[in-house]
């Protein structure tokens, strides 16, 4: 039988925001993500970058959850010189757009078109936009990247190898 349509989908139990973690972990990085805060949330959470995503899988649960927010890890770092970034999950595309614009009338980064799609999922699901044609998805550019894994081990291209490396660019959020 056909599933019926909720009326209201259950919200958030808690909304975590990961600046709220300095108090309770050692280092106030983004790094903070430890072992203790991965071992009380592991059960049901979700987590949400910009909020954008077309299934809900960040913010909707027929269960009761716990999302974990990325909205405060939003920094962005932009070396002209070696035309490279550095962006948390958090940013939206608009703001690595500027932050780029802000170094560079010539520079640019391929991603998708609505300024307020977060980092988090673009990237994660590939991320198309105008300048595919010549330049290919975000996913072709991304050189690296840290995650925190269900261990809590933090880790990156290397430490994470080719196999995940590539499922995070474009497995599509809530599917790893
Ligand atoms: C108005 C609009 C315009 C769009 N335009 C484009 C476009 O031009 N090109 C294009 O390619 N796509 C486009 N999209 C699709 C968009 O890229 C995806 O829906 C993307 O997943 C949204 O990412 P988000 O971080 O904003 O959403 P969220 O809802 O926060 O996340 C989406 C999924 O990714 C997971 N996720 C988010 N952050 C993380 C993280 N840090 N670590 C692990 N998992 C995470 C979430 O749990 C969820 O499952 C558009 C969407 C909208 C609503």
């Given at each position: 039988m056909e599933k019926p349509i909720p009326l209201a989908t259950m919200l958030p139990i808690v909304i975590v925001y990961?600046?709220?973690l300095h108090a309770s972990c050692?280092?106030?990085?983004?790094?903070?993500?430890h072992e203790t805060f991965v071992d009380c949330l592991r059960n049901n959470i979700k987590t949400r970058s910009g909020g954008h995503g077309f299934e809900g899988r960040s913010y909707i649960s027929d269960e009761p959850f716990i999302m974990l927010d990325m909205?405060?890890?939003r920094n962005i770092t932009v070396d002209v010189q070696n035309e490279v970034a550095v962006v948390q999950a958090g940013a939206t595309l608009g703001e690595v757009y500027y932050r780029i614009w802000e170094k560079s009338d010539v520079h640019g980064f391929p991603a998708g078109?609505?300024?307020?799609?977060?980092v988090g999922g673009h990237f994660g699901g590939g991320g198309y936009g105008n300048m595919m044609r010549k330049y290919g998805l975000s996913i072709d550019h991304i050189l690296d990247a840290k995650i925190v894994d269900v261990k809590s081990r933090i880790l990156n291209k290397e430490s994470m190898g080719e196999d995940l490396f590539w499922a995070i660019r474009g497995g599509g959020g809530a599917s790893l």
């Open positions: 990961l600046f709220s050692a280092a106030p990085t983004t790094e903070s993500v909205f405060n890890l078109e609505c300024h307020t799609v977060g």
